[in-house]
């Protein structure tokens, strides 16, 4: 019933969204980029995709960072024009979407003030679509309540904060605590939003949010193994949702003692039992991109659904990884390593 009234007011941002998955790069283009020698010759045959001449108010010589920028660039003016455009609920799952950036800026933010970098220099290295009015101003609190009652408490990451604000040296490791505690909090949130949404919206973005804790819950396993944390820590930065989220499966993995443990764990869901192999070069954060991929091309076979937006804005990004990859082995002479990208169409 829901699809007969979709497109009414969401009909023209799926069909910009579906446009701009068909602008992603393909096999062939890919395989044109593995062959450039040097980033003038990438430049090139990137001007001959849908980024065309991105690149051609870049004066002096190129480099890698400076063709990630421009290619972050396309991709916030992107993301911005449909959020423009979004009416609810789909501009509130966008604003959901930022969320998750604006709590890495976050992170980012208080790490640098901890070790005393150049403010200007962290801002940059802030992502766009996670900015907010008052992110400049983090780098003034000197604790975490100083941080929220000045800072934090009129941003929409105030409620996520509730469990965070008995910490009370802001050393690395708490920062981390403090990072995995706040997605735990978000991702919670934003699935319990997306079950609100018409199918087949809420039962696809469940399925990524799944996923995404998931993921979180494996690294604060593997990143915790050999730490001073004890298991009930490691319990309160696990979200309540995903395939890893069932009480066994979660008392089981705050206590192993050794990766070869938590592989046992993880290997025990059918589709995640391939994240720990080794073979072919591929560490476990690729093995999360190829799966994410996999999630993201299934997204685009329903009709009448947001979650084409979070699938596109993963895609995108996976697609900058690659570029910057590729780009960076041609800069550095690596062309033996060249092809090890992740592609999902």
């Known amino acids: 019933m829901e699809g007969l009234f979709f497109n009414i007011n969401d009909g023209f941002i799926e069909a910009v969204v579906r446009g701009y998955k068909n602008g992603l790069l393909s096999s062939s283009q890919y395989v044109n980029l593995t062959q450039c020698d040097t980033l003038e010759d990438l430049k090139l045959q990137l001007s001959a995709t849908d980024y065309g ?134 991702l919670e949130d934003f699935s319990d939003f997306a079950k609100t949404l018409s199918s087949p919206s809420d039962e696809v973005m469940c399925r990524f949010l799944a996923f995404e804790a998931d993921k979180r819950s494996i690294n604060i396993c593997v990143n915790s193994l050999n730490t001073e944390l004890t298991p009930e820590d490691k319990l309160k930065m696990m979200p309540g949702l995903g395939r890893l989220s069932n009480p066994a499966f979660q008392h089981q993995m705050v206590h192993s003692d050794d990766l070869e443990q938590l592989k046992i764990v993880v290997n025990s869901v059918g589709e995640y039992k391939n994240f720990f192999d080794e073979s072919n070069d591929k560490s476990m954060e690729d093995h999360f991109y190829e799966y994410e991929m996999t999630l993201c091309k299934n997204a685009f076979t329903q009709q009448f659904t947001y979650s084409t937006i979070w699938a596109f804005l993963r895609s995108k990004e996976q697609e900058i990884r690659n570029i910057a990859w590729i780009s960076e082995c041609i800069s550095q002479n690596q062309k033996d390593r060249i092809n090890n990208y992740i592609a999902a169409y």
């Open 53 to 186: 001449n991105f690149l051609s108010n870049v004066s002096g010589v190129l480099s890698t960072s400076i063709i990630e920028s421009k290619l972050n660039d396309n991709l916030v003016s992107q993301f911005r024009y449909l959020k423009a455009q979004a009416s609810e609920p789909l501009s509130t799952l966008m604003d959901y979407i930022s969320y998750g950036y604006m709590i890495d800026n976050v992170a980012l933010m208080i790490t640098g003030t901890v070790h005393e970098r150049d403010r200007s220099e962290m801002l940059e290295r802030c992502h766009p679509l996670g900015w907010f009015d008052t992110l400049p101003t983090l780098s003034v609190a000197t604790d975490l309540e100083s941080l929220y009652e000045t800072v934090l408490v009129d941003t929409p990451l105030a409620p996520y904060f509730h469990d965070c604000l008995s910490v009370d040296d802001l050393d690395d490791m708490n920062i981390e605590i403090i990072r995995n505690t706040l997605f735990k909090a978000y």
